[in-house]
Structure formats: C-alpha cells, structure tokens
C-alpha cells in the first residue's frame, strides 16, 4: 500500500528536521513512541538507526514504515510525496 504524505505526518518529519540532531544523539535519545498524533505513533531506533512508524487507516488497520532522517529531508523538500508501507504482522 502507498501512503500518500499528509499534513499531519509532514508535521512530523518537520519537527524531527528542526530539531537538528545527528544520528549519533538521536541513538542516545532513542524513543520509540515520541511522535503521537491522531494517525501516526513512532520515534527513532537505534537498532533500525531509522524513525519507525505505525499509521493507522481510517478502519484502524495498523501499518508500518521506516524512515532515515536523509529520506525525511526528502519528504520535507517534496522530492517524495508518497511511499510504500506495509500491514503490521
């Protein structure tokens, strides 16, 4: 399934950009749960050493995705406006 970026998730994606923080000091923050929003719950792995994600459709259906902060810069610039995620086993 194709998620196409909302608001809501480019919220997101543009408050871990402002933050500025290397992947050094976002494994020493490392929070799994950080960005709650009505559709969206995740944070940074640092076993991933990417922002893991689960989006939850309109059904509540649960899925999942992973981003690297090069692939948020991305979708902050809108070089990407739309990806792949997968239902969550």
């Not at 480019?10 to 050094?24: D, P, Q, V």
């Not at 649960?62 to 991305?74: A, D, G, H, P, R």
Request: glycine letters at 4%.
């Amino acid at each position: 399934m194709k998620l196409v970026v909302s608001e809501e998730l480019l919220a997101i994606f543009k408050s871990i950009s402002k933050r500025n923080l290397t992947l050094t000091e976002w494994r020493e923050i490392e929070s799994d749960d950080e960005f709650q929003t009505a559709n969206y719950c995740g944070g940074f792995d640092a076993t991933e050493d990417e922002f893991c994600f689960s989006f939850y459709d309109i059904n509540k259906a649960q899925y999942w995705f992973q981003k690297s902060l090069k692939e948020i810069e991305e979708i902050n610039s809108g070089k990407i406006s739309e990806f792949q995620i997968r239902l969550a086993e």
